[in-house]
């Protein structure tokens, strides 16, 4: 089945650091990669649709100019938390639909545990 | 946002018996989708059921749709303590966004 690598898992950084979060497709290329935050015991929340070579679509209440997301080529996503602050403290997950098969299920990367001290 | 409600939040059974929750939703949907979650994990596609569907099965699941009613279910048959997981339902518009529910927290006990 497809897979989706995301990297780092965990990462703990000081307030006003920015963190970089990569999403890969390994064996199928996603034009689309969306990305969600999710907080503990809770629902898994729409936070953009990233777009391979064009601007990334965010949803209501999301600062792009918080949260950037790069989709450069067809086979990789990152998602930059910039000056990021414990408020920001989130599990990270992204996701992407295989192009290829126009299928409609969605793969999932492994999240990222960020911690904002 | 989220696009609807999942029940019961959180369900305890023994191995052997029959899991079910319910998932409804507001808006028109192009097809529905069930996931589940280990804690502190990425999500796992479990079984998609289109909107002009009404049942389907896949293994020891099975999935109905009730568009009238907005709702579905997830019946996850003879569980394992295995089948310990989150359980949430998603819900496609046309085009291809994915709105997930609350989740209904799934604890199976040997």
């Known amino acids: 089945g497809a897979v989706v690598s995301q990297h780092p898992s965990r990462v703990i950084c000081k307030s006003g650091t920015s963190v970089k979060i990569e999403c890969r497709s390994l064996?199928?290329?996603?034009?689309?990669m969306f990305w969600y935050r999710q907080f503990p015991k809770q629902s898994l929340m729409l936070m953009a649709t990233?777009?391979?070579?064009?601007?990334?679509?965010?949803e209501q209440g999301v600062e792009k100019d918080k949260f950037l997301i790069n989709h450069a080529s067809l086979t990789l996503s990152t998602l930059t938390v910039t000056s990021a602050h414990p408020e920001d403290s989130s599990f990270y997950i992204c996701?992407?639909?295989?192009?290829?098969?126009?299928?409609?299920?969605?793969?999932f990367g492994s999240g990222t545990q960020l911690s904002v001290l | 946002s989220q696009q609807g409600e999942e029940d019961p939040q959180a369900l305890s059974i023994q191995e052997g018996e029959n899991a079910t929750m319910n998932c409804s939703y507001k808006t028109s949907i192009n097809n529905l989708q069930w996931y589940r979650q280990n804690s502190g994990r990425g999500l796992v596609h479990l079984i998609l059921i289109r909107s002009n569907e009404r049942e389907k099965h896949s293994g020891r699941l099975r999935v109905t749709l009730d568009t009238s009613k907005k709702s579905s279910s997830l019946l996850i048959t003879a569980s394992r303590a295995a089948d310990t997981a989150s359980y949430f339902c998603?819900?496609?518009?046309?085009?291809?966004?994915?709105?997930f529910g609350a989740g209904t927290q799934v604890v199976v006990t040997p």
């Open positions: 064996d199928f290329q996603a034009t689309t």
């Open positions: 998603a819900t496609s518009d046309s085009w291809g966004k994915l709105q």
């Open positions: 990233s777009n391979e070579g064009s601007k990334a679509t965010y």
């Open positions: 996701s992407a639909r295989d192009t290829d098969r126009m299928g409609e299920k969605l793969f």
